[in-house]
């Protein structure tokens, strides 16, 4: 696990090296970058490492009406009894990356930037879980990964890169309406000490994102039957 998580953050640094590099990025500011992403792989896949695969197991038993019996939304359920123990690999992984390149580039980073890198975290996570959401309402649907999955992650690739990368209009989507800036690129930025206002937008966007997956879970719910019939 720890090494298939190493893959994204080794092509993104063999891309920078082979390349003219990233616009306002040097190499040591990319490792940070890396050693982030990382801690953000790791803390996702220890929190709510097992929710898709589980809740498609439950769905195809018909175990998920024991969820709806008890008296918490099942959903909150699910995603409680997601813990993975092989995302705490990865997650060291990237708090040692992490450290070594805040040393390497010699930062002082003072409380408050602490304080906004770890609201930036726990809006991550928020986001994180608004996908898993999302990913459960369309399983109820089709009683089946079919692809969803593949396509949730493919999207997150997007957060292992710069914002400065992409063109305007993605930019705008990734900040604003689809805000996955919340899960890299903004807490790099907090601990190079480079925030903007754009990332009040982005903790709106993480709000209103999840509220819809919300609205989207409890419609999709009301059309569960056992087994997903």
């Given amino acids: 696990n720890l090494l298939f998580s190493l893959m994204g953050p080794l092509v993104q640094y063999l891309l920078f090296t082979q390349t003219k590099g ?135 690739r997007f957060a292992e890169y710069p914002l400065e990368i992409y063109s305007g209009f993605l930019k705008t989507l990734f900040i604003t309406f689809i805000p996955i800036t919340i899960l890299v690129y903004y807490p790099t930025q907090i601990i190079l000490n480079r925030i903007d206002i754009k990332m009040l937008y982005t903790s709106s966007g993480v709000f209103l994102f999840y509220g819809l997956s919300l609205l989207f879970w409890g419609t999709v719910l009301k059309k569960y039957t056992s087994a997903g019939g």
């Fill in 22 to 156: 990233f616009p306002n990025w040097n190499i040591d500011q990319i490792i940070l970058f890396q050693g982030i992403l990382l801690f953000t792989i790791g803390l996702r896949n220890t929190l709510f490492g097992n929710s898709r695969s589980q809740f498609i197991r439950l769905i195809r038993n018909g175990e998920f009406d024991s969820f709806l019996l008890k008296p918490f939304p099942p959903i909150a359920l699910l995603l409680a009894t997601s813990f993975n123990i092989d995302g705490i690999g990865t997650l060291c992984a990237g708090i040692v990356v992490t450290i070594y390149s805040i040393i390497k580039l010699n930062l002082l980073v003072t409380v408050g930037q602490i304080g906004l890198f770890l609201l930036s975290v726990i809006l991550g996570l928020l986001f994180i879980v608004a996908l898993d959401i999302i990913h459960c309402s369309l399983i109820i649907l089709t009683v089946a990964d079919g692809g969803i999955n593949g396509i949730l992650n493919a999207y997150l």
